[in-house]
């Protein structure tokens, strides 16, 4: 799966996430720590299997939005530092 196409899928789960991704942005520092967090919560090795074992664990699903949350000023630093790089 692609990583941008993984992360919306990942969005059902933590909506807040959406914010990151306006028209034509393709942040890959945001995209790169969002699905390590989804792996780290749920353990799986890859992106497309922590989706589906947050598809299948309710739990999971909420704790990774409270690790996205917890995790909202890295991920907004992310986004500014892929403009900035890109503005140069």
Do not use: C, H, W, Y
Request: net charge negative; no cysteine; hydrophobic share 50%.
């Amino acid at each position: 799966m692609e990583p941008i196409s993984l992360v919306m899928a990942l969005a059902q789960f933590a909506p807040s996430i959406l914010r990151f991704f306006g028209a034509g942005e393709k942040p890959a520092a945001v995209v790169e720590q969002i699905v390590g967090i989804a792996q780290n919560i749920t353990g799986a090795k890859t992106g497309p299997e922590a989706l589906e074992a947050l598809r299948k664990n309710a739990e999971l699903a909420q704790q990774f939005n409270l690790a996205v949350l917890a995790a909202d000023t890295e991920l907004e630093k992310a986004v500014l530092a892929d403009r900035q790089s890109a503005r140069a």
